[in-house]
């Protein structure tokens, strides 16, 4: 099959396009032809070797959807011509969606919704699980609860306040413009201008005492403001902890603070939070699918090598309003 494969990971990691031949279909594994797929903070990190989890294959991408092609003797949920949604590889010994067909344990695949496009699930799994895990794992989300969204139109984040609502939370995001912040109060999401508005403003304006849950989608400094916009002893949960900071605000709120990596049961096999994580799945591609929660597509990139290189190695560069997509010319 044709796949773009990563040869060397690291500050000069190029994609080429080569024939490859992937592995035998396992015995608890879908062989899917892919249909759709997308880019992720995860995919870009391994490629410059800051992460390490990195496809022993060089394929990356584990946001798929497709067509059943094949399925292992063990398999019992799905048949040969299902379409389905997964995160299914692109770490590990797992290739990923960017090759022709991907291999996908049978306990992280869900059915894609009939009212669910390719481009639309084959950029769900991650960001859907990601938010999924912080709202129903972490903030153990509740009617009322207080929620303060780092980056609420970023990949994540755009999903995280949606579901927040729809939760019944009160829910705050931080925008950079007047389109973020016009789509925020869209959905019923109150804004913070963060950049015309400090954060102590902002509590005086909408929460006094704080916020319950903090989930940062940014990183960086951005999570000494974090500090600041917590309840004492309230939580903060944070999706990009690669970073430095001075604790000593959280150490006098006494505040918790967790890190979120979605990847993790995929990569160690951790059956039980697989199959959680298929039900996350399931959850959150019935609500896209039904319009109750939009996935907004923030650009799309061909499935051509140079275009894909050139997303790889500038994708850290612009801030993402929604996700970005990868299709077939």
């Not at 009617?143 to 969204?149: D, E, S």
């Not at 949606?162 to 019944?168: M, N, P, R, S, T």
Request: negative net charge; proline residues 2%; hydrophobic residues 40%.
């Amino acid at each position: 099959m044709k796949a773009f494969v990563v040869d060397q990971y690291g500050t000069d990691a190029t994609l080429t396009e080569k024939d490859v031949t992937l592995a035998e279909t396992g015995h608890y594994d879908l062989r899917v032809r892919v249909t759709g797929t997308s880019l992720n903070p995860l995919d870009t990190k391994m490629f410059f070797g800051h992460v390490a989890a990195t496809p022993t294959t060089g394929i990356l991408q584990g946001d798929v959807t497709g067509e059943i092609i094949e399925i292992g003797s063990s398999v019992t949920t799905f048949s040969v011509g299902d379409h389905v949604i997964a995160f299914g590889g692109g770490l590990g010994e797992r290739s990923g969606a960017l090759g022709e067909e991907m291999l996908i344990p049978e306990s992280m695949a869900v059915l894609k919704p009939a009212a669910l496009r390719s481009e639309i699930a084959g950029c769900l799994p991650v960001i859907g699980l990601t938010a999924m895990e912080a709202l129903k794992e972490r903030a153990m989300v509740q009617h009322g609860m207080r929620l303060y969204v780092v980056g609420g139109t970023g990949g994540v984040g755009h999903l995280v306040v949606q579901l927040a609502k729809h939760y019944g939370c009160d829910v705050t995001a931080s925008a950079a413009n007047d389109e973020k912040a016009n789509w925020l109060e869209g959905h019923g999401i109150q804004v913070h201008r963060y950049r015309d508005e400090t954060s102590e403003a902002l509590l005086e304006r909408v929460a006094p005492d704080g916020f319950d849950v903090v989930i940062d989608t940014v990183g960086g400094d951005h999570l000494q403001e974090s500090f600041v916009l917590a309840k004492e002893r309230g939580k903060i949960i944070s999706i990009a902890t690669r970073t430095t900071q001075d604790l000593t605000q959280m150490h006098s709120k006494a505040l918790t603070l967790e890190a979120l990596f979605v990847a993790l049961p995929l990569l160690k096999g951790k059956a039980d939070e697989m199959r959680r994580q298929q039900e996350h799945l399931t959850e959150v591609a019935g609500l896209v699918a039904d319009g109750t929660i939009e996935l907004r597509i923030d650009s799309r990139v061909p499935r051509q090598v140079e275009a894909l290189n050139e997303a790889y190695k500038t994708f850290d560069q612009h801030s993402h309003f929604g996700k970005v997509s990868v299709y077939d010319v």
